[in-house]
């Protein structure tokens, strides 16, 4: 039950860190306090509907609300230090998500589920779809140096929230679109003569590894 509850946070948390933190969120909530607190509450909101009819109980509640303002002194960490070079890198980009993920475990340990509205197994699946998308997206973009301005690749995207679903349901599609997947970004890097830890087939790959050692019916 404590999985299945860290993966309805892992879900709260890449809905209100991903799917609607747009442009604007994401170049200024680093230096401007309003915008950084409009992020945090999209966080709170992003939790407390999609652990509802739970977040209605009052030690449920505390707890978001507890991790919420975790969430908001990670963030401040960053807006604090927002010029220094080490907190601009891969590197704490990856130690800012371990940090929030640890917190999202943590209070999984006191949380108590009860009747959420989402399926905790498709609660799961969507995580690690959303996880493929955007984390590993983001990763990829800043080990490749920040080299261009970062734009949304939409049919990355499709490719790699597509593998948990479809590994759900059979593993041998699994195996075949993921060669298909696979193949389809070689040919649009040989069209495109892009050859760097930028193009799809490095975030593809290891989306696929992710989803393989994750979803299991």
Same mark, same amino acid.
């Given at each position: ?49 999609? +652990?509802?009819?739970?977040?209605? /109980?009052?030690? !449920? @509640?505390? #707890?978001? %609300?507890?991790? *919420?303002? &975790? ?34 475990? +943590?209070?999984?340990?006191?949380? /108590?589920?009860? !009747? @959420?509205? #989402?399926? %905790?197994?498709? *609660?799961? &699946? ?43 349901? !059979?593993?041998?599609?699994? %195996?075949?679109?993921?060669? &298909? ?37």
């Amino acid at each position: 039950m404590i999985e299945n509850i860290f993966f309805t946070f892992l879900l709260s948390h890449l809905v209100g860190d991903y799917v609607f933190q747009t442009s604007y969120i994401a170049k200024y909530k680093n230096s401007k306090v309003p915008v950084l607190l409009l992020h945090i509450f999209i966080i709170f909101i992003s939790m407390f509907i999609l +652990l509802l009819p739970s977040s209605l /109980n009052l030690k !449920n @509640l505390s #707890i978001i %609300l507890f991790l *919420t303002l &975790i969430h908001f002194s990670i963030d401040s960490l960053k807006f604090k230090n927002r010029a220094k070079k080490s907190f601009n890198s891969h590197t704490y980009y990856i130690l800012d998500q371990v940090m929030h993920f640890s917190s999202l475990m +943590l209070v999984s340990l006191f949380y /108590n589920p009860q !009747n @959420l509205f #989402i399926s %905790l197994q498709y *609660t799961k &699946i969507i995580s690690i779809a959303l996880f493929n998308a955007y984390f590993i997206s983001l990763l990829f973009y800043m080990i490749d140096g920040f080299k261009k301005p970062y734009k949304r690749d939409y049919l990355g995207y499709i490719f790699r929230m597509a593998l948990p679903f479809i590994k759900y349901y !059979n593993n041998i599609l699994f %195996l075949i679109f993921s060669f &298909i997947f696979i193949m389809f970004s070689i040919l649009l890097m040989i069209k495109k003569e892009e050859i760097n830890t930028r193009s799809e087939l490095g975030p593809l790959s290891l989306s696929i590894i992710i989803t393989y050692l994750t979803i299991w019916r």
